[in-house]
């Protein structure tokens, strides 16, 4: 497996994957301020990257956060230089599109624990001179959201209009509306639920033990070493395997052989095309993600529960004041669709003003990151309706 040299070593922080990273850094939390984490333990110093599009209005009050989900980035749209990778929601950010960028403030930041310009196991500990690894903290989608409202108190945002997220980036809009009530003025909120599903955390659970038994992880001591590649591989196969559906592989790959042919269908080692299709997955994600961070962001995610600080689960809920606009996937085996259609009920009976609208889509739990047509067509109509809530 490939070798991180001493030069990448040393500047971890910021230049890990580079490609991914926006053009701005928010450092805060240096001692001895710390930043306090949910865990009561007191963490720092703590730098952000961030990517914004358009202007802040005069009044700060169109702004819209978007939270990314677990493997995602601070770059949402077009690419804001020639070596930066394309937005992974590029298609709806722009001039006139769902994401207007001449009539909102858009803002999305790498999350507490990424490995994408902020800080995370993969940055360099200033106590010891080395990357934290596992001595990094557990961290939660709370903490992240809080150090997002830094950034925004920061960048001079009094009241986000929206805040929009799909997956783990639809638990954090959740949070937000939670932990935020007063700012907050909507949520859009996708393939998600209120509380981490045992589903979910058992396919976590076997993503993690993928990357831990893997002999290069090393109790997470693999920077400047043999890079745990193996283990990342087949973590992001078993995640793959929920981020689609059964329609979608049936339609793509059947039981065709990858190369039907010149194959022995009769030797072990040919493949289906859904296995040469899985194994690609997990070979790209070796290029661009940090192992150790896979297994501290899927731990937040296991952790993810509104009611958590509270006295009751629908007490958290209670504490929205904002819309929700609650986005379920028809063929999602991740997020079924009836678990965040329950969270919209559940919503409703806590007095909260909660949408639930539903994607038809063969693509599984990514459909949110496939459906463009869809996805425009949606988040304009939520985001009109909270301006027209506005004007009223």
Known sequence: MALLDEREESSMEYSLYPFFEGEEYFAFAEPPTY??????????????????YG????????????????????????????????????????????LDTNRYFIVCCNVLGGCYGSTGPSSRDPKRGKPYAMKFPVVTIKDMVRVQKRLLDYLGIRKVLAVIGGSMGGMQALEWAVTYPRTVESIIAIGCSGRFSPNGIAFNQAARMAIMNEPAWQNG??????????????????A?????????????????????????PFSFHEQFAVESYLHHQGEK?????DPNTYLYLTKAMDLHDLGRG?????????????????????????????????????????????????????????????????????LKSCLEEVENNRQH
């Open 35 to 52: 930043f306090g984490l949910e865990s009561g333990a007191a963490f720092g110093p703590i730098t952000v990257n961030y990517q914004t």
């Open 55 to 98: 202007k802040l209005s005069a009044e700060g009050d169109n702004a819209i956060y978007i939270a990314h989900a677990l493997t995602g980035y601070s770059l949402v749209g077009e690419p804001p230089g020639p070596h930066k990778e394309r937005g992974w929601w590029e298609p709806l950010l722009g001039p006139g599109k769902a």
């Open 221 to 238: 001591d693999y920077y400047g070493k043999e890079f745990p590649g193996r283990g990342l591989s087949l973590a992001r196969i078993i």
């Open 240 to 264: 793959t395997i929920t981020y689609r559906s059964n329609e979608s592989f049936e339609k793509r790959f059947g039981r065709s052989l990858q190369n039907a042919e010149n194959t022995n």
């Open 285 to 289: 994600i070796t290029h661009r993600f």
């Open 310 to 378: 509270h006295s009751s689960y629908h007490a958290g809920l209670k504490r929205i004041r904002g819309t929700v606009f609650l986005l379920g996937i028809s063929s999602d085996i991740l997020f079924y669709p009836g678990e965040v259609r329950g969270l919209a009920v559940d919503l409703r009976r806590c007095g909260v003003d909660s949408r639930y609208e539903e994607l038809k889509s063969p693509h599984g739990h990514d459909s949110f990151l496939i459906e463009f047509e869809q996805m425009e067509r949606y």
